[in-house]
């Protein structure tokens, strides 16, 4: 019996990857369906699968099709034919061990209480997220632990920071709040953070320089190797990492610098992770941590236009709980780490925001 | 003046990278005068500059030759000298925001309180570490977390686990307390832990069977492509990663298999931990976390006798706050993953525990 459990899995691990187009193990399958045990929500499934969304929702077609699960009031079952194909693989529910007090970052965000209530005031009034720009903002809680990490590696004091994009997190926002770095500037496209962040530096004599820029531009040359730590979240295609993460790479000083940015499981699969720790270790730089599920993202408007929902199993929004989160990055260069500053406006064709795993822009 | 301070910060770094044999930047340099401002404790400097031991000795010993720091009473302060000399950095000390109820792992480690409690109970009488074996246990905390944080992956139940050494954690004795892996086998070349885990594994009737065995040799051939998951916390020698780290890899079944081990900023420094990640990307393997500070180490009797305590500046023995941490590394077969089993025994003169970087063994 355990032997056909074993190729049910691996049958459905080959037929998975081969109408997703995207590679997942006999172990991702099974993971899928402990989650599906453990929550009924399409949401919370994708969350606790930590596969990317359209492997999952791909997952979820096959299922239904082979009434192996069934949607009942938007929510999503087992089918008594489901538990019966399953009994033998002993599918446990996936427990949640994460400290409630501090969301399972270790970060405790209320540790610098002005900073937190100030930054919880001020962002309430930020702009609404936008499809055109692939926006999706993070919670307060979250831009305030990146800020307080940062802070205990010593990164923001007297630091002279970049924000490469993703300002729509108000990162840049909350490091000058602290009244730390040497200087803050903050590139995003979105003229509205723009504005947003240079009428709240001029109000409270902030640190924090804010411009247009669109960053599949090459990078104007005043700019490289001037910081010391950069922070971005960028799409997740290659072209992005290349735009973002190498670009903010290349405004290091010298070795010895830092650079912090996000990456899903949910709009990138382990063999797109692979190629970006491929792609910073050809560059000369270490990872000191990825630390998993650090990024809380608020629901966002355009969720319904986006293919995460069309090709959803229970077609129905996410309620308020938290679904979508990302692990977050640190870096460090080395002596001979590279710049690389390129323009991919040149590259015609090539999608930026979008590719065969990205299923939320 | 902000141009003399850069100069002095840069000139230690060449002179302390040259001493030690072991780069730092002028960003290290820094950090470490900047845990020397939080605090007089020769080991918490240490575990705040996350900089190798002996750097961090060497940099203590070249600051006291230079009358910028001072010892008095087994303490470290800077001189007003020191102070003057350093006035235009503007040192700020590290803050410290992690969270206290989860000890900023983000996972509660009472989280299945009876696993808790018994586990507490039986530590108690494991047998004391050894220097001749690298020994040095987790606090009972840490291994408790380790268990959690693989459940939350899915990564325990009705797995195949290997423990490679390092059984001073009873790691393997607390996975099997969950009852939840189908097989546990614990390898580790110290008798008295293997009759420790057979004991209890008989007593407690646990899916859990320990065998001595000296992982710098090659594993039985019976052993390679049969596990789910692996556990290891290796030294820090190239030697070990590749006796530890890829003969565990060497053990996995298939693509999408798991590994975990340990690895610190005390004994490697950051160039190491680069080859450690080149190792790993060439080995085929996606790293899918680093959680900084996971792992608390319990002080160690044999800790004078090692070169972290004789080359250290205040000489004085910690006291029971923990100083040793180390980072916490998740990783995950891919499709085309290299198995590596190689016999250590064959590289006479090549060194196991130790290396230049490393003083704790």
Redesign the interface.
């Known amino acids: 019996m355990e032997k056909e459990v074993k190729n049910l899995l691996l049958d459905l691990s080959q037929l998975i990857s081969q109408k997703s187009r995207i ?6 399958v ?2 899928i369906l ?1 989650a599906i045990k453990t929550t009924s929500d399409q949401w919370m499934i994708i969350r606790i699968s ?1 596969e990317p969304i359209n492997v999952v929702n791909k997952t979820l077609e096959i299922l239904l099709e082979r009434k192996i699960v069934k949607v009942k009031n938007e929510k999503i079952y087992f089918t008594k034919r489901g538990r019966e194909i399953l009994k033998d ?2 599918l ?1 529910k ?9 969301e ?5 965000f209320k ?2 209480s002005k900073l937190y209530s100030t930054f919880l005031e001020i962002q309430k009034k930020r702009p609404k997220p936008l499809k055109k720009y692939d926006q999706g903002n993070v919670t307060p809680q979250t831009t305030i632990a990146r800020v ?2 940062a ?4 990164d923001i ?2 630091k002279e920071i970049l924000i490469l994009g993703a300002e729509d997190d108000l990162l840049g926002l909350a490091l000058a709040l602290t009244k ?1 770095p040497k200087k803050i500037l903050v590139l995003d496209i979105d003229k509205r953070l723009i504005d947003f962040d240079n009428y709240w530096a001029e109000k409270l004599k902030l640190n924090l320089k804010a411009e247009v820029f669109d960053l599949r531009r090459k990078l104007p040359k005043d700019l490289i190797g001037k910081f ?1 730590v950069f922070f971005t979240d960028p799409s997740e295609t290659v072209q992005s990492i290349k735009g973002f993460i190498l670009k903010g790479i290349a405004t290091l000083k ?5 650079g912090y940015f996000g990456f899903t499981f949910k709009d990138s699969s ?2 797109k ?2 190629i970006l ?2 792609i910073l ?1 050809n560059s ?1 730089v ?7 599920e650090f990024n809380f993202y608020e629901n966002w408007p355009y969720l319904e236009e986006t293919k995460s929902f069309k090709e959803s199993a229970a077609e129905k929004l996410p309620d308020k709980t938290i679904w979508y989160t990302s ?1 977050w990055y640190r870096l ?1 260069t ?2 001979g780490f590279k710049r690389i500053n390129i323009d991919l406006l040149k590259y015609k064709g090539k999608k930026f925001y979008n590719d065969i795993e990205n299923s939320t822009s």
């Open positions: 590679w997942i193990s006999p172990y991702g099974e993971k402990r930590e693989i002993n446990e996936i427990v949640k061990p994460e400290c409630r007090k501090c399972g970052r270790g970060i405790n540790f610098d307080l990490l802070m205990s590696h010593g004091e007297n730390k010391d010298s070795p010895g610098c830092v382990l063999k992770w692979y720790q491929k270790n000369k270490v990872i000191t941590e990825i630390l998993r692990n460090v080395l002596p």
